[in-house]
Nanobody, 125 residues
Framework: QVQLVESGGGLVQAGGSLRLSCAASGRIHAYDMGWFRQAPGKEREIVAAIRRSGGSTYYSDSVKGRFTISRDNAKNTVYLQMNSLKPEDTAVYSC???????????????????WGQGTQVTVSS
């Protein structure tokens, strides 16, 4: 199994941008990849996901139009470009990998079998 390491989090003002990276220790071509976030006192939720081929993506309604997920299988890295950030985007963001194939992008955290340690994103108002 690969190991995942996130980077790029930090403190940003509302309306600003951040780019998160998720670097894998090995090849990610056989994994669907997802970005999840968890705010204090809330459940972990999916933010965005991308199929192993890169041909299909998913975004939660709360980030659609503001965030973009992408992957570079040659670099074994997944990205989350976050624009127009809002205070409600404040959370720990984690990337995850799902090795099992499914017909569609899986949205449930429980279906992802490899997780990074997370990176804090704080958006000030």
């Amino acid at each position: 199994q690969v190991q995942l390491v996130e980077s790029g989090g930090g403190l940003v003002q509302a309306g600003g941008s951040l780019r998160l990276s998720c670097a894998a220790s090995g090849r990610i071509h056989a994994y669907d990849m997802g970005w999840f976030r968890q705010a204090p006192g809330k459940e972990r939720e999916i933010v965005a996901a991308i199929r192993r081929s890169g041909g299909s993506t998913y975004y939660s309604d709360s980030v659609k139009g503001r965030f973009t997920i992408s992957r570079d299988n040659a670099k074994n890295t997944v990205y989350l470009q976050m624009n127009s950030l809002k205070p409600e985007d404040t959370a720990v963001y984690s990337c995850a990998a799902r090795s099992f194939w499914s017909a569609a992008i899986d949205l449930s955290p429980g279906q992802y079998d490899v997780w990074g340690q997370g990176t804090q994103v704080t958006v000030s108002s």
